[in-house]
């Protein structure tokens, strides 16, 4: 045992016993700080050292995409296993001054010290690239990606640099797989415009189509038919490309009928979501619809922001099932 005089009070300290509690106060704040499934820092990390930090740093929040589909189809075991992965193939793209947490679920918030503008989307490109290359032991048809959105954090407190990386994160997310930051917004908006989903309007009214279009075309992308033959050339031009169809039902030549008969007999219902837009409200027209395979049901008049909502849940629900369905076969 070590003896040392305090020099304030001329007491002895027990110098080893002293180390050995710091040390046991130092391995339980690791174990109080660590993420148990990845082994990098956890959400209480952030709210004790890392919320009021004011340091210039790079910010950026990283989700894994259709992360609930592996959950759902492999099980939760494999889940886990990809989040350590993920973590790793992030760590070993980072310096030991940066900073890396799990900040809920499939999210990660990373911080990187003293990042410059000029670098900081090369890092969240390096990284992302690294997470496509990496493969899944036991199952290497499983590919991942992640959506990453990324800010320069330099005057104010790392909350708000949080809070835009994260909005842009999901701005990222709408289309899957990309990495958007601050610095090159006009780059993402022409991305963004060319990944647009695709939408078929059908109605041999010009100015119902109109209407719909300005209601949707900020988001989607807009084909347009002017009745039920035309539609018939779209659907073959562009097959699968199409994420939603908005169809009327009475039009001159063939009718909404027959299209949907059509889009049946071609294997395309199943995979192509229909919602009808209509001015017939009759209980046989709407049975018939649904009897044939159409995912909802709109009437005229409509409030526009709930003909936005149904499309946009619609399309959504339809894109998880195509990336599902992609999921399963690649198994």
């Given at each position: 045992m070590e003896l040392v005089k305090h020099l304030e009070n001329d007491t002895l300290i027990d110098t080893d016993g002293r180390d050995k509690l710091v040390g046991k106060l130092k391995g339980y704040q690791d174990k109080l700080y660590i993420d148990p499934v990845t082994g990098v820092y956890n959400r209480r990390y952030f709210e004790d050292e890392?919320?009021?930090?004011?340091?210039?740093?790079?910010?950026?929040?990283?989700?894994?995409?259709?992360?609930?589909?592996?959950?759902?189809?492999?099980?939760?075991?494999?889940?886990?296993?990809?989040?350590?992965?993920?973590?790793?193939?992030?760590?070993?793209?980072?310096?030991?001054?940066?900073?890396?947490?799990?900040?809920?679920?499939?999210?990660?918030?990373?911080?990187?010290?003293?990042?410059?503008?000029?670098?900081?989307?090369?890092?969240?490109?390096?990284?992302?690239?690294?997470?496509?290359n990496a493969t899944i032991p036991?199952?290497?048809?499983?590919?991942?990606?992640?959506?990453?959105?990324?800010?320069?954090?330099?005057?104010?407190?790392?909350?708000?640099?949080?809070?835009?990386?994260?909005?842009?994160?999901?701005?990222?997310?709408?289309?899957?797989?990309?990495?958007?930051?601050?610095?090159?917004?006009?780059?993402?908006?022409?991305?963004?415009i060319q990944n647009k989903p695709k939408i078929?309007?059908?109605?041999?009214?010009?100015?119902?189509?109109?209407?719909?279009?300005e209601i949707l075309e900020e988001t989607y992308e807009i084909i347009e038919a002017d009745g039920g033959n035309e539609a018939l050339h779209k659907i073959d031009e562009y097959g699968?490309?199409?994420?939603?169809?908005?169809?009327?039902?009475?039009m001159r030549e063939k009718d909404g009928f027959e299209v949907l008969k059509y889009m049946e007999e071609e294997r395309l219902i199943s995979d192509i979501p229909v919602i009808i837009i209509s001015s017939e409200d009759s209980a046989n027209y709407i049975r018939r619809a649904y009897e044939m395979g159409v995912s909802d049901y709109i009437n005229r008049p409509f409030d526009a922001n709930i003909v936005y909502q149904r499309v946009s849940n619609t399309v959504k629900l339809y894109a998880k099932q195509r990336r599902l369905m992609a999921m399963v076969t690649r198994v």
């Open positions: 890392i919320r009021n930090m004011q340091n210039s740093a790079g910010v950026a929040m990283i989700d894994l995409d259709d992360f609930k589909l592996y959950n759902d189809i492999y099980g939760h075991d494999m889940g886990d296993q990809v989040l350590c992965i993920v973590a790793d193939v992030i760590k070993n793209c980072i310096r030991k001054t940066d900073k890396l947490i799990r900040y809920g679920g499939d999210e990660f918030l990373l911080i990187l010290s003293d990042m410059v503008r000029g670098t900081l989307r090369g890092k969240l490109l390096q990284i992302q690239e690294a997470i496509e036991n199952c290497s048809r499983l590919k991942l990606t992640a959506s990453i959105g990324g800010v320069i954090s330099e005057d104010g407190q790392i909350d708000e640099a949080i809070a835009k990386a994260d909005q842009l994160m999901y701005k990222a997310k709408d289309h899957k797989a990309q990495v958007i930051t601050e610095c090159d917004k006009t780059i993402f908006k022409k991305e963004k078929l309007i059908v109605d041999d009214s010009e100015f119902n189509r109109a209407i719909l279009k699968m490309k199409i994420s939603l169809v908005l169809l009327d039902i009475i």
